[in-house]
């Protein structure tokens, strides 16, 4: 029984199956909204809400695979559960690949359709944090001047002060200084640290 | 024509045949008649005989012998003319102008004969005897008298009576041509000579009605003066007649020639030994009268001969052609028969009971062959068997008999009346055939294609059971969700019955749902026999394309269904109809398989067509068909896919046909190709 604020976005082609998931999803706890089309769910997602997408595999139009794609081309981060009919290994390692939570056939019991919500709430709140945590790096490397970014480029790529200042054609106690200000906009202690901060936020070490 | 009928005659080689065509045996011949006419009676003073037979020996020696050698014959006469006419004391010339008409009306009868008759079978028909008369008794006579009777002018030494001489030299060779002419051509053509004799009751006949014959005749023509004078001459006249009659009825042209000859010779032997019927005048006018009376009863009595030779020898070819039908008939295992309305006459042949198994000793009669009917086809085809008989229509029938189910043999009846005078009845005459082997084969080829079809259904469900799971697996998961969702219900400290009702209520529905997918499943996948049945081939094509829901979404074809809301109802089995939609339908998805999705489209339709069809439309957006494969798609094992057997079009075909419908498939005008049937609707 799940009772915290989650959302379950049912995209099934079949009103009765629509019905009856959102039914149960409800009585277990979850938030439902039910879309009978591909088409309808893109055109009414909303990326901030957190929940988890279970896509019927086969329907006319759009079907499962294709509105995963459609979702990673925009760029969407949503978990998907995906049921079948009759499912077939290809199309579910495809799935898989392209990052779903889970595969399930039909008719699909209670508990796995659960236990697949649980890993889905968890990917989701793991999603969130990182995004979050990427956020407030990237919020801090704004703050940065160009000199301090240049800066941290070489530091993280394990260049002196003298060597970077070499480099700038400065000296090194004006490196120091720019090094000390970075260090405290970006709020590490050691370069250890901001070598981990770097590697998220996909900053390229300069050689 | 006149060769091959010549050497046909020849090669019998009958004895007297061979013997006449010897020159010197003709000479002799011509001789020995010539002194018997004398002895029959010759009025010495005035050489001419009543009738003369060395006339007909040589015509029937010329008749036997090629044109060009009939010198040899005419040669071989003269010397036995001269000793003759010299004998009874002719004088040189007269006796040249004799021969010179023998010869002539000799030669124009034989080549008269052969050329009109093609030889020396001159009887056997009314026609052909007629035209013998016409040539030997009327036209060759006549020309050849036109010298003869100068043979009588030159003895007498006038020309003032040349008429009467000429009517006597034509009535004299007329009636040879008419007395000894038949006799002799007979004997010559017998095949049928008696190799031994047996005595019959025919030749005991024949010997009684000629020994009649002569003794009545001798009675009848042997009078006096007085008899005569009582007024008789008429009665004794016609006394020989009936035996006369007797003798052409019972033995034909044989039998007539042969009283004529007897009555001819007796009556001119007594004409000229003595008093007769003819007593007239003179010698010569009476003989001149009795040769007259001669031909006048001659003539008809041998055609009367020949005419009833013509009637037996007709009914003897149709005997035989009967038989020989009967025997045709058994053999090919036919069996005819005829009713005659009126007399109520049953003919049939013996093949007729072997075939309906009744014993030898059944009376044949129409109802015993009717009452072996099986009973289960008793009624309608002895109900059909009476219209004929009352209405005169035509039968054409098919029907079981036997009473055990282990010895049917199936029989088809054809009958067919027979009228006269235009309209009126008079007759059924038919034929029944064994039809048992036909009608088995027939059976085994039925239930083949049945076995062919059902299994063509099965396979084709078998390519579409993943599809078909699908069907089922939704209702499925829809009844698990809210089964366990009802329980999820249940658990709460308050429970919303409401709730409760509306899970158990869409249970229930998807449930229904379910078995309605295995209820069609189970109907297709069935095996039985077609059920012709009331079709709204709508609610068929609805079905079917909710059959094939999962598969048109898998292949990712869309459909456009445009269905005439007054469609009539179709007659058919909707089993075979559902078995052609999927087929074609599954068709029309193969060929837009390759396409774009714009592409991916199947259009459904149907409408009324005329005023008993209904027709249903799937037209496709492929690449249509090629040109060549257009007379091929309903041949069976024509298959342009990667897998299938090809039987696909061809099953439909079939099926469509046994329906009464049609089938066939277009190219569209833009792109792709429609597929379209007929089927005859309800008549209302």
């Known amino acids: 029984m799940h009772d915290g604020n989650f959302t379950a976005f049912l995209i099934d082609d079949d009103p009765a199956i629509l019905k009856a998931l959102s039914r149960l999803l409800r009585a277990s706890g979850y938030d439902v909204m039910p879309f009978h089309s591909s088409r309808a769910f893109l055109a009414a997602h909303d990326s901030s809400i957190p929940g988890c997408a279970i896509v019927d595999l086969a329907m006319p139009d759009i079907d499962g695979l294709q509105l995963q794609e459609a979702l990673h081309k925009e760029n969407v981060e949503r978990p998907m559960i995906f049921l079948t009919g009759n499912g077939d290994i290809p199309t579910s390692v495809r799935a898989m690949k392209a990052g779903a939570i889970d595969f399930l056939t039909k008719p699909v019991r209670q508990s796995h359709l659960l236990a697949a919500l649980t890993r889905a709430i968890e990917a989701d709140a793991q999603m969130r944090q990182e995004r979050a945590s990427l956020q407030s790096i990237n919020d801090r490397l704004s703050l940065l001047t160009r000199r301090e970014s240049e800066v941290l480029r070489y530091v ?52 | 024509m006149s060769s091959i009928t010549l050497a046909i005659e020849r090669s019998p080689a009958s004895q007297l045949g061979n013997f006449i065509k010897n020159p010197i045996a003709v000479a002799v011949a011509y001789y020995v008649g010539a002194e018997m006419a004398f002895f029959v009676g010759t009025l010495s003073d005035k050489i001419f005989a009543p009738f003369w037979p060395p006339n007909i020996i040589l015509f029937c020696a010329l008749l036997l012998t090629p044109t060009q050698r009939w010198w040899i014959y005419f040669l071989a006469a003269f010397p036995a003319h001269v000793a003759a006419e010299l004998g009874v004391g002719m004088a040189m010339p007269q006796l040249l102008v004799a021969f010179a008409t023998n010869c002539l009306v000799a030669g124009m009868n034989a080549f008269a004969v052969q050329k009109f008759l093609g030889g020396a079978r001159c009887f056997n028909t009314l026609r052909r005897t007629a035209i013998y008369i016409l040539i030997t008794t009327i036209a060759s006579p006549a020309l050849s008298a036109l010298g003869g009777a100068f043979v009588q002018a030159m003895g007498n030494g006038g020309l003032e009576h040349y008429g009467l001489y000429w009517a006597r030299w034509y009535a004299s060779n007329a009636l040879g041509s008419l007395t000894l002419g038949p006799v002799a051509m007979i004997c010559l053509t017998e095949t049928r000579w008696p190799t031994s004799f047996a005595l019959t009751y025919r030749h005991a006949e024949a010997a009684a009605v000629a020994l009649m014959l002569f003794a009545i005749c001798s009675v009848a023509f042997n009078l006096s003066a007085a008899t005569a004078a009582g007024g008789y001459l008429p009665t004794l006249l016609y006394l020989p007649l009936p035996l006369i009659l007797w003798c052409a009825v019972r033995f034909g042209v044989k039998g007539a020639s042969g009283a004529i000859l007897m009555v001819s010779f007796v009556l001119i032997w007594r004409t000229l030994n003595g008093p007769t019927l003819f007593v007239v005048g003179d010698a010569e006018t009476n003989v001149f009268a009795l040769q007259i009376f001669l031909i006048g009863l001659s003539t008809p009595i041998l055609l009367l001969g020949a005419a009833i030779e013509e009637t037996r020898h007709a009914e003897q070819t149709t005997r035989e052609s009967e038989e020989r039908m009967a025997f045709v008939a058994a053999s ?36 015993a062959l009717l009452n072996c009917i099986h009973p289960a086809d008793f009624r309608f085809a002895s109900i059909a068997m009476k219209s004929a008989i009352q209405h005169g229509a035509p039968v054409e029938i098919e029907f079981r008999i036997g009473a055990n189910n282990d010895d049917i043999r199936w029989i088809a009846a054809r009958a067919r009346p027979e009228f006269e005078d235009g309209n009126v009845l008079v007759a059924i005459a038919g034929a029944f055939t064994d039809i048992t082997q036909r009608k088995a084969a027939e059976a085994e080829a039925m239930l083949q294609r049945q076995e062919i079809t059902h299994l063509m259904r099965v396979s084709m469900l078998g390519e579409l059971s993943g599809s078909l799971a699908h069907e089922l697996t939704q209702p499925l998961t829809a009844i698990l969700s809210n089964a366990q969702a009802g329980k999820m219900v249940l658990a709460h400290e308050t429970p919303n019955i409401g709730e409760i009702s509306e899970v158990l209520d869409d249970i229930i529905t998807e449930d229904t749902r379910a078995g309605e997918v295995i209820h069609r499943l189970r109907r297709l996948l069935k095996k039985g026999d077609a059920k012709y049945e009331t079709v709204d081939l709508n609610d068929l094509i609805n079905t079917t394309l909710r059959l094939l829901h999962s598969e048109l979404i898998n292949r990712r074809v869309a459909t456009s269904v445009d269905l005439t809301p007054d469609l009539r109802l179709a007659l058919g089995d909707p089993i075979q109809l559902q078995q052609i939609l999927i087929n074609l339908l599954m068709n029309a998805m193969d060929a837009v398989e390759e396409m774009s999705p714009s592409r991916r489209i199947i259009n459904v339709s149907t409408n009324n067509v005329g005023d008993d069809e209904v027709e249903v439309r799937i037209g496709d957006r492929g690449t249509g068909l090629r040109a060549a494969e257009k007379q091929y798609v309903f041949q069976p094992f024509y298959t342009t896919k990667k897998r299938g057997l090809g039987l696909g079009l061809s099953i439909c075909s079939s099926i469509m046909k046994s329906h009464g419908g049609s089938l066939s498939i277009q190219n569209n005008e833009s792109e792709g190709a429609t597929a379209s049937f007929r089927v005859p609707c309800k008549i209302m």
Do not use: Y
Not at chain 1, 182 to 207: F, H, N, S
Not at chain 2, 332 to 359: I, V, Y
């Open chain 1, 156 to 207: 993280v790529a394990g260049r002196l002060n003298k060597q970077i200042a070499g480099s700038l054609g400065t000296v090194e106690k004006t490196i120091k200084v720019h090094r000390g200000r970075m260090m405290t906009k970006l709020g590490v202690r050691c370069v250890a640290d901001l070598v981990r901060l770097a590697e998220r936020a996909g900053i390229t070490p300069q050689a």
């Open chain 2, 332 to 367: 090919s295992n036919l069996g005819l028969w005829r009713q005659e309305l009126a007399t109520k006459h049953f003919w049939a042949t013996r093949h007729c009971f072997d075939m309906f198994g009744l014993p030898v000793t059944t009376r044949p009669t129409l109802e």
